[in-house]
């Protein structure tokens, strides 16, 4: 059986689904993010499914589907005493939001014939995607598989060590739980989400201060040492290593920019994440990175004309490091590193 045409279908349900939603940013999550989060995601778990000797179709599958119904979560809810409501498995409960009325498809559809509100997103979309590849006419041990690999992206934090075999005894669990942890986590990925998540909420307040963004950055980094130990896979926790060390070398780089900081908002590294800052509201990852090699990069190589000998090998080195960022960032989308 030919899945390819199939799985391009889901993929385009996928982004259709996530546009139905009129709301904007909820918690670490914005429009754009969703979508991009689950192509960078799907590539991951292709790569470390190659490593792992896993079933690539079931994790294709699983990895489009993973977040079908992400965009139903809302703030998460707390008691009188402002700790966070937790259901029976200790998941947090978060508050349902509801896609524009005038706007349905098959997913929402399921989702309301099913009684799925307030159910977690990991489970609901489960459900969904056995529901929509059964509507395929795909073999029925495919389709319980991989509805068993999303729902095992979200570790519920109380499980018997029999429900952790039944939900991680198969490697394509592992892997996407893994994938989906370190896209959000560690790496160029997650440090343009957190980027975007202190900027915007920094602007919601008393704006952003980019010297003081880059001199906490070793607290953010030092908090995912926890994220790679409790990796399920070999092969992931070696990828979540080397993105650690590229985000503490990253740090590095930025402290150094900050040496010569008007040069480096103009040409370096403390340029783009100002870049990054000017859209906060709903940053597109692919539109952004592209825009970066595209325009940005090209525009400062002509600037560098009309530089002074000493100030223009500087500003290439600074533009030579916003080079290397760009191309790590692309090779941690398509999962190789």
């Known amino acids: 059986m030919d899945y390819q045409p199939i799985l391009k279908e889901l993929e385009d349900l996928t982004a259709e689904t996530f546009g139905l939603w009129d709301h904007n940013r909820v918690g670490f999550q914005w429009r754009h993010y969703t979508l991009n989060h689950t192509l960078r995601v799907r590539n991951m778990c292709l790569e470390l499914g190659r490593r792992e000797g896993a079933d690539l179709t079931q994790l294709a599958f699983a990895a489009t589907l993973h977040d079908i119904t992400k965009r139903y979560d809302g703030k998460i809810l707390t008691d009188e005493n402002g700790n966070r409501v937790l259901d029976e498995n200790g998941f947090w409960i978060n508050e349902t939001l509801l896609p524009n009325p005038n706007k349905s498809n098959i997913v929402t559809e399921l989702y309301r014939e099913n009684n799925l509100r307030g159910t977690v997103h990991s489970i609901s979309g489960a459900f969904i995607a056995k529901k929509l590849l059964e509507s395929y006419g795909l073999p029925d041990d495919f389709n319980e598989a991989v509805s068993t690999i999303i729902r095992a992206h979200v570790k519920p934090p109380r499980l018997t060590p029999e429900q952790y075999d039944e939900l991680y005894g198969k490697v394509e669990s592992r892997i996407l739980y893994d994938a989906d942890t370190m896209d959000a986590n560690v790496g160029y990925t997650a440090f343009y989400r957190n980027v975007h998540i202190h900027s915007y909420g920094a602007m919601q307040r ?125 090779a941690e989308c398509s999962g190789k590193t």
């Open 206 to 330: 008393d704006g952003f201060n980019l010297s003081a963004y880059v001199d906490n950055l070793p607290r953010w980094i030092d908090t995912k040492y926890s994220f790679i130990d409790n990796l399920l896979t070999e092969s992931g926790r070696e990828v979540g290593a080397r993105r650690q060390e590229r985000n503490k070398t990253l740090y590095q780089m930025l402290s150094e920019e900050k040496k010569h900081y008007n040069l480096n908002l103009k040409y370096g590294l403390l340029g783009v994440i100002d870049y990054f800052v000017s859209g906060t509201e709903d940053p597109n990852f692919r539109e952004q990175i592209d825009y970066l090699e595209q325009h940005w990069i090209p525009e400062r190589k002509r600037w560098l004309q009309r530089e002074s000998s000493e100030t223009e090998e500087l500003a290439q080195q600074s533009i030579n490091r916003v080079v290397d960022f760009c191309n790590f960032m692309k």
